[in-house]
């Protein structure tokens, strides 16, 4: 175990009974932080105890943090990704003082990059949406450079409220860069502060502060992200940076809308979520009613209330006008491309539409997981099962810890069964049961692949679930509403049906 000494009357140091130098900031720092080795200490509180009575920037505590970690080890200090930091020093560790991950993802030639949750310094829990929303946005729009590989925020939220070492976050994510900063607000004003993280060494490579106000929301998310390009690769600012902006609406009542919208029909895990989401989205286009964004999460909204049975058929196809609309203005939001893109072809069975959609917003977007996840199972509804793979997998390589994962393992189930390969889409089909049980599709799915081995009643068990979740199912209905055309997936449905008791009408 490290032993650490701090002698307060003469403001000394020593380390295995080493002396440390360190200035009088970083020794202020450091005796606050190992008083209370047992929580974190947020950003706002040490800036407040340590430099007490004077406006600093958040860049002064950051070289601090990193000067003590150069003197103590870089695991002597944790930083939780929204918060703040906790003093970790003698953790326990490995013998190589790391966790050992053998799965880990290679990091890719191009520059990588993670943009981890950002601290919330406004004062006031009730604005940790608006953080939220400003890191999707800055993520979106770097992921909008193709010449940078950006890990998904659906990952990098998970890593919110927990104790991480830099190092450790890029090894699990596969990515040479981290994003990290936080968000003060006084009155109407904002100030986003920022710096990018070499993750295998901690180096800070490059930091910035900016200034506005509310109003100016979406200059300042083009300002971050402009700037993060400059400092990774200079060499592409001006050919790749321009085409990180793009306000998705001038109301900022209806962004707010969205926003608050956004993770309720993301993950449809209840009714009621559902309704919310589309409560505020609905408002949202009252204020804006060209709202591009506002209108694709309808969308998406509609295709989750079907995917989980929340809803019939029928109904969840009451928004195809509507994605109609957002192909007609022939926008180049490659989310909103994505999402209506999809639901063109899950509930308008319009797979041609729907594909040609996602393709432009992979072009315009090639590192979305969500456009991935999406696209392959378009793929799989038009039986090109190889592509559907490809693209599913690379959304799980782009987002692991996404909270759809299941969609996406579930996806490559799907393929799997359409390909003849049943034993191993049933092993996929069993992973995305544990991941994202809500989605009805991995049941249906199931059903079939346990029949088809001779699983009689592990088939009987999942048809038992499926009839609690749509009483009015009958074969009629599964032919009616399938987006696949699959040949032998459709057979071994309509066999497991019959088989399990379901009528034909």
């Known amino acids: 175990m490290t032993a650490l000494q701090i002698n307060d009357s003469n403001r000394s140091v020593t380390l295995d009974g080493q002396p440390v130098t360190l200035g009088a900031r970083a020794f202020d720092v450091l005796a606050y932080l190992a008083e209370q080795p047992d929580r ?23 070289v601090q943090i990193a000067g003590l970690r150069k003197a103590l080890g870089k695991d002597a200090i944790k930083t ?46 009730d604005n940790g949406y608006m953080v939220d929303g400003i890191v999707n946005e800055v993520t979106s729009a770097l992921a909008r450079v193709s010449s940078f590989f950006v ?17 450790q976050v890029g090894r699990d994510l596969g990515v040479r860069y981290i994003l990290e900063g936080s968000i003060q607000k006084a009155g109407n004003r904002l100030r986003i502060f920022t710096q990018l993280i ?54 900022l009542r209806a962004y707010d809308l969205c926003m608050k919208a956004a993770p309720l029909v993301y993950r449809q895990n209840s009714l009621a979520n559902l309704e919310d989401g589309l409560g ?56 909103a491309l994505c999402y209506v893109g999809h639901y063109i072809a899950y509930m308008g069975h319009d797979t041609n539409t729907g594909l040609t959609a996602l393709k432009r917003a992979h072009s315009l977007n090639p590192n979305s997981a969500n456009i991935e996840m999406l ?18 997998r690379r959304a799980i390589r782009i987002s692991p810890l996404h909270p759809q994962v299941g969609i996406m393992t579930s996806g490559i189930g799907n393929a799997l069964f359409q390909k003849g390969e049943i034993e191993e889409a049933t092993k996929y089909y069993e992973q995305a049961l544990t991941e994202y049980p809500e989605f009805a599709t991995i049941q249906l799915g199931l059903m079939g692949c346990y029949w088809k081995v001779g699983e009689f009643e592990k088939s009987a068990q999942m048809a038992q679930w499926f009839r609690q979740k749509v009483p009015d199912m009958s074969i009629a ?20 049906l019959r088989a399990n008791g379901f009528p034909e009408d």
């Open 477 to 496: 209905l599964f032919q009616r509403t399938r987006p696949q055309n699959s040949q032998s997936y459709r057979d071994a449905v309509i066999a497991a």
């Open 375 to 392: 696209l392959g199972w378009v793929y799989n509804y038009i039986d090109q099962s190889d592509l559907a793979i490809e693209h599913l």
């Open 80 to 125: 939780v990704p929204g918060i703040g930091y906790k003093f970790t020093l003698g953790a326990r560790t490995d013998e190589k003082g790391v966790a050992a991950n053998k799965d880990a993802p290679i990091v890719p030639s191009i520059p990588s990059l993670a943009v981890l949750p950002f601290a919330n310094l406004t004062g006031s829990d």
């Open 151 to 167: 890990i998904s925020n659906t990952s990098t939220f998970t890593y919110r409220g927990k104790a991480v070492d830099l190092a």
């Open 280 to 335: 505020l989205l609905r408002e949202a286009l009252i204020l804006d009613s060209n709202y591009t964004y506002a209108k694709a999460l309808i969308c998406y909204a509609h295709t989750g209330a079907f995917a989980a049975r929340w809803w019939p058929f029928e109904k969840a196809q009451a928004a195809l006008p509507l994605a109609h609309e957002v192909l007609d203005i022939n926008s180049d939001d490659p989310l």
């Open 40 to 62: 974190v200490i947020t950003k706002e509180e040490l800036l407040d105890h340590v430099w007490s009575g004077v406006l600093v920037e958040e860049s002064n505590l950051t």
């Open 198 to 251: 070499e993750a295998k060494t901690a180096r800070m490579i490059w930091h910035d502060r900016f200034d506005g106000s509310a109003e100016d929301i979406f200059d300042l998310q083009d300002s971050v992200a402009e700037s993060v390009a400059a400092a990774i690769e200079p060499k592409l600012i001006w050919a790749e940076a321009a085409r990180a902006r793009a306000k998705p609406t001038e109301n």
